[in-house]
C-alpha cells in the first residue's frame, strides 16, 4: 500500500484516531533505510534511495490547503501524523517541515496533536531530536530487545545496534511512545517470534531501559511483504501489556 500524496486522509488509525497524514518521503515509491518484514509499503526496491523527497514548500502548501478545506468543513483531525511511504526523518528539512507543520497547527487545527511515526535510526542527528521534542507524539519503533531478533524483523540497511537506538532514546527523558509490533512466522528459512517467554524479558529490560511515556503494541493488520507471517492474537498482546502495566507503564494495544 503506497501513498500517492504529500497529505493524505483523514484516515481512521487504531492508534491516534482521526489522523491526516503526511508523507515525505516520493508519492508512489517507498524510501526507507529499514525493510521491515511486516512493512504495509511493501520491500524496499533497487534504486529507492535515489528517490527524492518532497519539497518542503510542498509539503507546507498541501498541508496548508487541507486544513483550511477541513477547517471550513468543521471537520478536525485529531493527529496530523508523518508517516507515508518511508522514514520521515530521513528527510533533510525534517525538522524546519515541524516547525512549518507546528504553525500551521496552531492556525488551523490548535487541538490536534502532531505526531511522528519513526524508526528511531535518525536519532542520533541533534536536530532531529529537538524536532521530536517540539512535537506531541515521538512514536518510535523497537520491535525486539535482542539486536538479532530486530535485524531480522526490521532488516535496516546499515549497521544497526540497539544499544545505540536505546541510549538513543533516553534523551528523551519520559517524553516518547515506544511502539513496537509483534508477529510470529517464518522468513528465509528462518522462524522468529518475538513473543517468546526470553523475548519479552529482553523487551521489558528495554522498555526500562527508555521509560517511554507510553508504549503502543500492536501487530499485523494487512498484507505483509513476507508471507509467512502469523498475527499475535489479542489475549497474548494483552499478556504483554500487562507486563509492562505491571510495572507502571502507560500501555496501548491495538489489536
Ligand atoms: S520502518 Fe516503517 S516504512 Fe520503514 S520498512 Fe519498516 S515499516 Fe516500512
Redesign the pocket.
Known amino acids: 500500500m503506497l501513498f500517492n500524496e504529500i497529505v493524505f486522509g483523514p484516515i481512521h488509525s487504531r492508534r491516534l484516531g482521526v489522523s491526516l497524514g503526511i508523507n515525505l518521503l516520493p508519492t508512489g515509491n ?1 524510501l ?5 518484514i ?4 511493501g520491500w ?1 526496491t533497487k534504486g529507492d534511495d535515489k528517490k527524492r523527497f518532497n519539497l518542503r514548500n510542498d509539503v507546507k502548501n498541501a498541508l496548508e490547503e487541507k486544513l483550511k478545506s477541513l477547517q471550513a468543513e468543521e471537520k478536525y483531525p485529531d493527529s496530523i501524523t508523518f508517516s507515508g ?3 520521515p526523518t530521513m528527510h533533510p528539512e525534517f525538522a524546519e517541515i515541524v516547525d512549518d507543520t507546528i504553525a500551521l497547527r496552531n492556525k488551523y487545527a490548535p487541538l490536534a496533536k502532531i505526531s511522528v ?3 528511531a535510526t535518525m536519532i542520533a542527528k541533534a536536530n532531529v531530536i529537538a524536532a521530536l521534542l517540539k512535537i506531541d507524539n515521538a512514536i518510535l ?1 523497537l520491535d525486539s530487545g535482542i539486536n538479532e531478533t530486530a535485524i531480522l524483523i ?2 535496516p540497511q546499515f549497521g544497526y545496534s540497539i544499544d545505540k537506538i536505546i541510549e538513543y532514546m533516553q534523551a528523551f527523558k519520559n517524553r516518547m511512545i515506544l511502539q513496537t ?1 509483534f508477529l510470529r512466522g517464518t522468513y528465509e528459512g528462518k522462524y522468529i517470534d518475538n513473543t517468546t517467554e526470553t523475548e519479552i524479558n529482553a523487551w521489558i529490560d528495554a522498555v526500562q531501559k527508555i521509560s517511554p511515556r507510553e508504549i503502543m503494541i500492536y501487530t499485523i493488520d494487512r498484507e505483509t511483504p513476507a508471507s509467512d507471517l502469523q498475527k499475535i492474537n489479542s489475549d497474548d498482546l494483552e499478556k504483554i501489556a500487562n507486563r509492562a502495566r505491571k510495572l507502571g507503564y502507560k500501555v496501548q494495544v491495538a489489536k
Not at 526507507?32 to 521491515?36: A, D, L, P, R, V
Not at 511486516?38 to 509499503?41: G, I, L, Q, T
Open positions: 517507498k526507507c533505510n529499514f525493510n521491515c511486516y512493512c504495509e509499503c524496499n511511504n518511508g522514514e511515526l519513526s524508526n519503533k526490521d532488516k509490533m
